[in-house]
């Protein structure tokens, strides 16, 4: 399986790294190596000094696709869950001014956080969904999907006009502002609506 990944999908996370709005989907993809499942601790790794959280809708690919019109899209998956895709933040800035690629500030062990997945007929609307990112108890990052430029549906369709999409295949969808540093000792805890998906420890 494959991990694909969107970059800048919410307006004022854009904004909040200097990066103006993308006027298609941003797409980078992680190996199955970087997952980090069961609320296993995160171990911040010794290569960079800055990393940061970014929650994020994830989808399930459950049909294989290619070439998916976006309004077909909704066909290929039947169940989202929770993710956070960590940053070497510090590294992501030295790589993007040398104009090299993302995967060893984006696509390193660990830096694929998934939480289980549940069936999507458990939410009312899946472009208006809350989600939220606490750490030590505080709210960081608070989303709602009704806030991405490119929706689930369209992503799917964009993404498989380059790759082709295979059962078990994960997308995340983009993280909303409030992005920041974590730190050993940390709890990080996510959840759509009121829901809690992920809790787990910075290590
Ligand atoms: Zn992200």
Not at 26 to 33: A, C, G, I
Request: aromatic share 10%.
């Amino acid at each position: 399986m494959k991990v694909l990944c969107i970059g800048r999908n919410y307006e004022k996370h854009a904004k909040e790294l200097k990066n103006p709005l993308p006027p298609e989907p941003v797409v980078f993809l992680k190996p199955d190596s970087a997952l980090l499942r069961n609320n296993q601790p995160f171990f911040i790794p010794d290569f960079a000094n800055d990393f940061h959280h970014e929650v994020e809708i994830i989808v399930k690919i459950n049909r294989l696709g290619k070439n998916i019109a976006p309004e077909f899209a909704h066909r290929y998956y039947d169940e989202i869950g929770l993710g956070i895709d960590f940053t070497a933040r510090d590294l992501q800035d030295d790589l993007r001014e040398k104009g090299l690629p993302w995967e060893k500030c984006k696509a390193f062990d660990g830096s694929a956080v998934i939480s289980d997945f549940v069936s999507i007929n458990r939410f009312k609307d899946l472009r208006n969904l809350s989600f939220s990112l606490k750490i030590n108890g505080d709210i960081r990052q608070n989303g709602n999907t009704k806030d991405m430029i490119f929706s689930i549906d369209q992503v799917i369709s964009h993404i498989s006009k380059f790759f082709t999409l295979k059962i078990g295949d994960i997308i995340y969808t983009g993280t909303p502002a409030g992005v920041g540093s974590v730190k050993i000792g940390d709890i990080l805890e996510g959840f759509i609506g009121d829901e809690r998906f992920l809790n787990f420890e910075i290590k």
